[in-house]
């Protein structure tokens, strides 16, 4: 009997340390070449089958140099941990020879981790302003991703988007920087959608777009300790121009810096009809430093950037519980917190406690404060003086 314990143990032992085995697969032994200008797509992928059938801690380790990269798609389900190690530098094509629309994909995997201080150079400079007849690419999309980790990883100059999540579920992202020039179009930090329970805790984005864009269906999102600048700062949507928008909710932003944004705190929805009405609810933003932003706090119900808003009517997007907790700086422009909300849906139970906002253009500008449909309260200190 004691025998046979010890032999069902010894069982149990060897299948744990096959779970939890660490294994390395180097992609230079699966012929990569790092002289920034080989085609790695094939290498990188037999490299990456190999690491998702191991059945332990995989880890695909992508050694010091430049690699190019053409698109690629990392797909799951793994058997264990994946560990995508980048220490060195992977450059993405300059012409995306597809309609596609992402350079480097990763769906369907469960436990994935990216790490290793190594950087992803979008080349935007060779596209931005020129006749691409392809999409310009979303450096890193993830989509449908779970329980996973991107920590110290750099991007630089994305064509498009630097990172791009769908349908992912507890996801940290720390130590990452992001860094495009003020006037690159469409370079977006981190967006996401339809994702539940992400964590976006020191990072330091720097774009020619939004920072963070917190797209339909976005859930338990937390922002923390977050740098924007320059761009446009952190928004959620735009929404509440397709049929398919559903709620956003729970959404927080602590301790966070906007330097030298369009916008800080932002929330836009289309003035456009929809079928139904979306919710975005539950937003609580504390601890914020404004540096020279144009517009620390915004909700725009009538976002429509291009001024050719066909079929204008209110805004079908219901904004409720939004709350604005010690949000201090100065403005470069005049209106220091702005909400202009629908006529139909007026935003419901918006607050503010301790909001200090100077003009940064010296004391001859004074601020003012806009507000339209909106109801809420307003306590503490209040510079300039709440509309609400
Ligand atoms: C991610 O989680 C969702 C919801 O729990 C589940 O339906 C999906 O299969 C998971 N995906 C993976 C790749 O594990
Ligand atoms: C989130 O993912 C991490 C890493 O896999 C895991 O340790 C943690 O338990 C997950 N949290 C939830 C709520 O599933
Ligand atoms: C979101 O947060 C709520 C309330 O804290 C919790 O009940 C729910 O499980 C969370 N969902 C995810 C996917 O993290
Ligand atoms: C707030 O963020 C700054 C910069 O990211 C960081 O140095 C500081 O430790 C954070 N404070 C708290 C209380 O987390
Ligand atoms: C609105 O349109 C979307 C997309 O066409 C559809 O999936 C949804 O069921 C519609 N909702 C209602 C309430 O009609
Ligand atoms: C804000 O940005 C300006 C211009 O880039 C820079 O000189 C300054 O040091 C930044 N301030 C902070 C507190 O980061
Ligand atoms: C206002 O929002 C807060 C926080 O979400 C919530 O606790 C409170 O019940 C809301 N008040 C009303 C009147 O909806
Ligand atoms: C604004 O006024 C205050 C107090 O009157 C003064 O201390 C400060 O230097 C002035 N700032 C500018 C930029 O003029």
């Given at each position: 009997m004691a025998m046979r314990m010890l032999v069902i143990?010894?069982?149990?032992?060897?299948?744990?340390?096959?779970?939890?085995?660490?294994?390395?697969?180097n992609v230079n032994d699966y012929g990569a070449i790092a002289d920034g200008n080989t085609d790695n797509s094939g290498a990188f992928l037999k490299a990456w089958s190999d690491a998702c059938k191991w059945n332990g801690k995989a880890i695909l380790e992508i050694p010091r140099g430049t690699y190019m990269l053409n698109l690629i798609v990392f797909s799951g389900p793994c058997k264990g941990w994946t560990i995508f190690q980048l220490q060195g530098v992977l450059k993405a094509p300059i012409n995306n020879p597809s309609s596609e629309n992402t350079w480097i994909n990763f769906r369907y995997i469960n436990n994935l981790?990216?790490?290793?201080?190594?950087?992803?150079?979008g080349q935007g400079p060779s596209v931005w302003g020129h006749k691409n007849p392809h999409p310009l690419l979303i450096t890193m999309g993830f989509g449908f991703i779970n329980n996973s980790y991107v920590h110290r990883i750099s991007y630089i100059n994305s064509?498009?988007?630097?990172?791009?999540?769908?349908?992912?579920?507890?996801?940290?992202?720390t130590d990452i920087t992001v860094t495009a020039p003020k006037d690159s179009p469409n370079t977006d930090g981190i967006k996401m959608a339809k994702s539940e329970g992400i964590n976006i805790n020191n990072v330091h984005i720097g774009?020619?777009?939004?920072?963070?864009?917190?797209?339909?269906?976005?859930?338990?999102?937390?922002?923390?300790?977050?740098?924007?600048?320059?761009?446009?700062?952190?928004?959620?949507?735009?929404?509440?121009?397709?049929?398919?928008?559903?709620?956003?909710?729970?959404?927080?932003?602590?301790?966070?810096?906007?330097?030298?944004?369009?916008?800080?705190?932002r929330i836009k929805t289309w003035a456009?009809?929809?079928n139904h009405t979306v919710k975005v609810s539950n937003i609580f933003y504390e601890d914020i430093t404004i540096i020279d932003v144009d517009h620390p706090i915004n909700i725009d119900q009538e976002y429509c950037p291009s001024r050719n808003c066909d079929n204008k009517v209110p805004s079908n997007v219901q904004i409720s519980n939004v709350h604005y907790k010690n949000i201090q700086?100065?403005?470069?422009?005049?209106?220091?917190?702005?909400?202009?909300?629908?006529?139909?849906?007026?935003?419901?139970?918006?607050?503010?406690?301790?909001?200090?906002?100077?003009?940064?253009?010296?004391?001859?500008?004074?601020?003012?404060?806009?507000c339209s449909h909106v109801k809420g309260a307003f306590y503490g200190k209040q510079v300039p003086p709440s509309c609400v």
């Open positions: 143990l010894l069982l149990v032992c060897i299948a744990e340390a096959q779970l939890h085995g660490i294994k390395n697969f981790i990216l790490n290793g201080g190594g950087l992803l150079d064509q498009n988007a630097h990172i791009s999540m769908l349908e992912c579920r507890n996801m940290t992202f774009t020619g777009d939004d920072c963070i864009a917190i797209l339909s269906g976005t859930k338990n999102l937390t922002i923390s300790n977050v740098y924007c600048g320059p761009g446009h700062g952190i928004s959620v949507g735009s929404i509440g121009k397709n049929d398919e928008d559903v709620d956003v909710q729970n959404i927080f932003v602590k301790n966070c810096t906007f330097n030298g944004t369009s916008d800080g705190l456009s009809p929809l700086g100065s403005c470069k422009g005049e209106v220091a917190v702005n909400f202009k909300c629908s006529e139909s849906n007026p935003c419901q139970n918006i607050t503010g406690v301790n909001i200090n906002l100077w003009s940064s253009l010296g004391n001859k500008t004074t601020l003012t404060n806009y």
